[in-house]
């Protein structure tokens, strides 16, 4: 099963930016649906936002126009570049490849494949 590795995680100020990226061991992320999820302390992991093999993307709707989603051309990482952050968006993130394409993308079931994650710290 392909593994993943996070990067790019860190401590920035509300308002800030960071950029994560997702890569897989040995192989691209061509004609595969690769989600972002994340957990904090206390609380269920959840969806932040996914894109599919054709780059349609999705997105949480409590990061929606601050987070995008992208893969670069080589499908080789898929990144997640956020924006505006806030503390609420403190958490440890994790990405993950699609490995059940009969529900919804949603879901963290739906994925397998997942990393260590990277910490995200955002300080008011």
């Known amino acids: 099963q392909v593994q993943l590795v996070e990067s790019g995680g860190g401590l920035v100020q509300a308002g800030g930016s960071l950029r994560l990226s997702c890569a897989a061991s040995?192989?691209?992320?061509?004609?595969?649906?690769v989600g972002w999820f994340r957990q904090a302390p206390g609380k269920e992991r959840e969806f932040v936002a996914a894109?599919?093999?054709?780059?349609?993307?999705y997105y949480a709707d409590s990061v929606k126009g601050r987070f995008t989603i992208y893969r670069d051309n080589a499908m080789i990482t898929v990144s997640l570049q956020m924006n505006n952050l806030e503390p609420e968006d403190t958490a440890k993130y994790y990405c993950?490849?699609?490995?059940?394409?009969?529900?919804?993308?949603?879901?963290?079931?739906?994925?397998?494949?997942w990393g260590q994650g990277t910490q995200v710290t955002v300080s008011s």
């Open positions: 040995g192989r691209t992320f061509s004609s595969t649906t």
């Open positions: 894109i599919t093999g054709t780059g349609r993307t």
């Open positions: 993950a490849v699609r490995v059940d394409y009969s529900g919804t993308s949603h879901v963290q079931s739906a994925y397998g494949g």
